[in-house]
């Protein structure tokens, strides 16, 4: 069993950056890949980024390269999700999420899921 909750949403001016937290709990994180998903309003979910158990692999939505990083410190027990050059399409809820199988873009096959934080982009 793994539990996740997020940090560091907020309101931030387009252009500006904000950088997403996801504590786990157990002692099993570092056998698990992560991944950062988000739902807009009144859109379905969709995938942001994710990572490797170990951070060395990493793979972006096309909308966020470039401008987010994902990375994982697993003496921590933490994933983050760094978002630069932010845009009002960013406005969302992020999800972070952790999949047993390894690295992944789809949303069905993760496990377990954070509660979400929001982010809102003002123009």
């Known amino acids: 069993q793994v539990q996740l909750v997020e940090f560091g949403g907020g309101l931030v001016q387009a252009g500006g950056s904000l950088r997403l937290s996801c504590a786990a709990s157990g002692r099993t994180f570092r056998s698990y890949a992560m991944g950062w998903f988000r739902r807009a309003p009144g859109k379905e979910r969709e995938f942001v980024a994710a990572?490797?158990?170990?951070?060395?692999?990493?793979y972006y939505a096309d909308s966020v390269k470039g401008r987010f990083t994902i990375s994982r410190d697993n003496a921590k027990n933490t994933v983050y999700l760094q978002m630069n050059s932010l845009k009002p399409e960013d406005t969302a809820v992020y999800y972070c999420?952790?999949?047993?199988?390894?690295?992944?873009?789809?949303?069905?096959?993760?496990?377990?899921w954070g509660q979400g934080t929001q982010v809102t982009v003002s123009s």
């Open positions: 990572i490797d158990w170990s951070g060395g692999i990493t």
């Open positions: 999420a952790a999949d047993r199988d390894g690295l992944s873009n789809r949303a069905y096959e993760y496990d377990y």
